[in-house]
C-alpha cells in the first residue's frame, strides 16, 4: 500500500515522539520531592537504611527525598501501594529480598509478583544477620537457643517483621535445620519485633546487623551469631553460624530500590545515577561501614542486575520453601 506524501513526511516525527516524550520525562524528572515508600514500621533495618539513602539521594536529584514507612502483611501493603502509584518516578520503594523476592516464593498467592508489578532500579546494600535473644532470659548462645527451642516446642517463640519477610524465613530455615519447631510471631515491622525482644515476650530474632548492632551495643538485645563468612568487627565477640555449630546457615540479605512496573527507562536510569551518586557520599559510606553492610560490586547493581537477582531467588526459594515445608500462616 503506498503511503500518502504527507503522511510519509510526518512518518519519522510520528516515530520519534515517544522517545522524545520519553527523554522530556527524564530531563524533568523529578519535578518535586520523591517519595520512599519503606514496607515495614519505623525504628526497623529497612526503615533505618532508607533514612540513609534518602539524605544522600537528595542532592543528587536536586528534590528532598522523604520516607513514607506504609507497614503490614509483611510488607505486601507497602508493595502494592508502589503497585498502583503514578509510574513517574516520584514514588518509589525500597526494600529486601524478603520483600522483594522470596516472599512471593512463600505467599504465590498474595497477588503481587515482584518480577510483573515493579521496576527494579538497584541494588545498593548487602547485609549479614544477627540472631539475637532475649536480655531478660537466659540464653546466651545459638546451642542454648536450640536446645530451648527442643525442650519447650512450640512454646519457644522467635519476633518477626512479618510473613514473607528476611526476619521470618531465617528463623524458620534455621529450625527446619536443625529439625525443630518453634513459634513466629508476626509484627507489623522489625520496629515492634525489637522492643518484645527487648521486654523478653519472644525469645529471639533473627535480623540484619543495621538494626541488630545498635540493639546489642544498647542493651535491648544480646547477639549470639552472625551469618557472615567470618565475625564482623563491629561485633567482634559474636560467633558466626559456622563457629556456633550450623555451618549450613549462610544468609546474607540484599536491600535495592524499585518503582512502579510502568516507569519509563529514562527515569529508572536517572534514579539509578542518584543511588550511584548517593554510594559515593562519604556520611553515607561511614554508615554502612559501622552496621556492617557492603555495597554490591557495580556488575550486580542496576535494573538489570536486580531483575536477575530477584528471579533466581524466587526460584531458589521456592524450592527451599516445598522442601522445608516453611509454615506460611
Known amino acids: 500500500m ?35 515508600l519503606v514496607p515495614s514500621a519505623p525504628g526497623g533495618t529497612l526503615d533505618a537504611l532508607a533514612r540513609f539513602f534518602a539524605q544522600a539521594m537528595s542532592p543528587g536529584l536536586g528534590k528532598p527525598v522523604v520516607v513514607e514507612n506504609v507497614s503490614g502483611a509483611g510488607g505486601l501493603v507497602g508493595m502494592q501501594r508502589l503497585a498502583r502509584s503514578d509510574p513517574d ?21 498474595s497477588g503481587f509478583d515482584p518480577r510483573r508489578d515493579m521496576a527494579p532500579i538497584s541494588l545498593v546494600a548487602d ?35 512479618g510473613v514473607g519477610t528476611t526476619s521470618h524465613l531465617a528463623p524458620a530455615y534455621l529450625m527446619h535445620l536443625a529439625g525443630l519447631k518453634g513459634t513466629l510471631v508476626s509484627y507489623r515491622g522489625s520496629g515492634p519485633a525489637m522492643n518484645d525482644l527487648a521486654a523478653g515476650v519472644v525469645d529471639a530474632v533473627i535480623d540484619q546487623t543495621v538494626t541488630m548492632i545498635p540493639g546489642h551495643r544498647g542493651g535491648t538485645a544480646r547477639a549470639v551469631a552472625v551469618s557472615a ?11 558466626t553460624f559456622a563457629e556456633a555449630g550450623r555451618p549450613d546457615f549462610d544468609l546474607v540479605i540484599w536491600n535495592g530500590f524499585a518503582a512502579p512496573s510502568a516507569t519509563p527507562a529514562p527515569v529508572l536510569a536517572r534514579l539509578h545515577e542518584a543511588l550511584e551518586a ?5 556520611a553515607l559510606q ?18 538489570v542486575a536486580m531483575r536477575e537477582r530477584i528471579a533466581a531467588d ?16
Do not use: C
Open 89 to 109: 518516578g516520584h514514588t518509589i520503594a525500597f526494600g529486601n529480598m524478603g520483600i522483594m523476592a522470596t516472599s512471593y516464593a512463600l505467599t504465590p498467592e
Open 2 to 36: 503506498r503511503i500518502p506524501r504527507r503522511a510519509a513526511l510526518a512518518l519519522p516525527a510520528l516515530l520519534a515522539a515517544p522517545a522524545v516524550r520519553a527523554q522530556g520525562i527524564h530531563m524533568g524528572f523529578p519535578q518535586r520531592s520523591v517519595t520512599v
Open 127 to 161: 547485609v549479614p544477620m544477627v540472631l539475637a535473644t532475649s536480655p531478660r532470659g537466659h540464653l546466651r548462645s545459638l546451642p542454648e537457643l536450640l536446645a530451648h527451642i527442643r525442650d519447650k516446642g512450640e512454646r519457644a517463640t522467635f519476633g518477626t517483621a
Open 286 to 303: 561511614g554508615r554502612m561501614v559501622e552496621l556492617a553492610s557492603t555495597v554490591p560490586a557495580a556488575a550486580a547493581r542496576g535494573p
Open 314 to 329: 524466587i526460584a531458589k526459594w521456592s524450592v527451599i520453601v516445598r522442601d522445608a515445608g516453611l509454615n506460611r500462616e
Open 229 to 239: 563468612p567470618a565475625r564482623i568487627p563491629q561485633l567482634p565477640d559474636v560467633p
Open 278 to 282: 548517593a554510594l559515593r557520599d562519604a
